[in-house]
T-cell receptor
Framework: GAGVSQSPSNKVTEKGKDVELRCDPI?????LYWYRQSLGQGLEFLIY????????KSGLPSDRFSAERTGGSVSTLTIQRTQQEDSAVYLC??????????????FGDGTRLSIL | GQQLNQSPQSMFIQEGEDVSMNCTSS?????WLWYKQDPGEGPVLLIA?????ELTSNGRLTAQFGITRKDSFLNISASIPSDVGIYFC???????????FGKGTSLLVTP
């Protein structure tokens, strides 16, 4: 499709398990972002990738969170030893490059993660 | 990131009415964006603003970038049932690319 694609759309797992969330950005977009949306809240920035540059990980809430972007395209967000407070919708966005004029971020539909 | 103050938190209006919502920040932004999110979906971009004082329309939607660079508003004219959803403002500063989001305005429209 033409938009940002995320999988799975829903994930239910037990506390302590590791999870991997996938994001396939819009073709040609060099910038990729991960956000987290807790129930009834706005989006919280997690991590940003731009081309081959080192990612900005300043938004990651703990060292249990990590992300990779292979080949400048698909990205994977990994959460190790999941906790119940990790339950949220994880949204991925992409843009032509870093946010600037005429380069807004476009979002996928997210992965709804539930930790039991 | 910085949380923006978005108001009102929710609105319940009748079809045909006009709607106004706004967003304020204690920091200066050089970009203001307005998104709409439907249940189970990601936010969809409605309007992007890049210059202080800029007034931009998208159909029945109009948004403005405040002169102080610390606020923005979104107006919806002649609301229709499909306008139902959560509207988010988002801002970005010169020093960053990560968007700072408001907590959203939940809009309900009755026929």
């Amino acid at each position: 499709g033409a938009g940002v694609s995320q999988s799975p759309s829903n994930k239910v797992t037990e506390k302590g398990k590791d999870v991997e969330l996938r994001c396939d950005p819009i073709s040609g977009h060099t910038a990729l972002y991960w956000y987290r949306q807790s129930l009834g809240q706005g989006l919280e920035f997690l991590i940003y990738f731009q081309g081959n540059s080192a990612p900005d990980k300043s938004g990651l809430p703990s060292d249990r969170f990590s992300a990779e972007r292979t080949g400048g395209s698909v990205s994977t967000l990994t959460i190790q030893r999941t906790q119940q407070e990790d339950s949220a919708v994880y949204l991925c966005a992409s843009s032509l490059s870093a946010t600037g004029r005429n380069q807004p971020q476009h979002f996928g539909d997210g992965t709804r993660l539930s930790i039991l | 990131g910085q949380q923006l103050n978005q108001s009102p938190q929710s609105m319940f209006i009748q079809e045909g009415e006009d709607v106004s919502m706004n967003c304020t920040s204690s920091s200066i932004f050089n970009t203001w964006l307005w998104y709409k999110q439907d249940p189970g979906e990601g936010p969809v971009l409605l309007i992007a603003l890049y210059k202080a004082g800029e007034l931009t329309s998208n159909g029945r939607l109009t948004a403005q970038f405040g002169i102080t660079r610390k606020d923005s508003f979104l107006n919806i004219s002649a609301s229709i049932p499909s306008d139902v959803g959560i509207y988010f403002c988002a801002g970005a500063s010169n020093s960053g690319y990560a968007l700072n989001f408001g907590k959203g305005t939940s809009l309900l429209v009755t026929p």
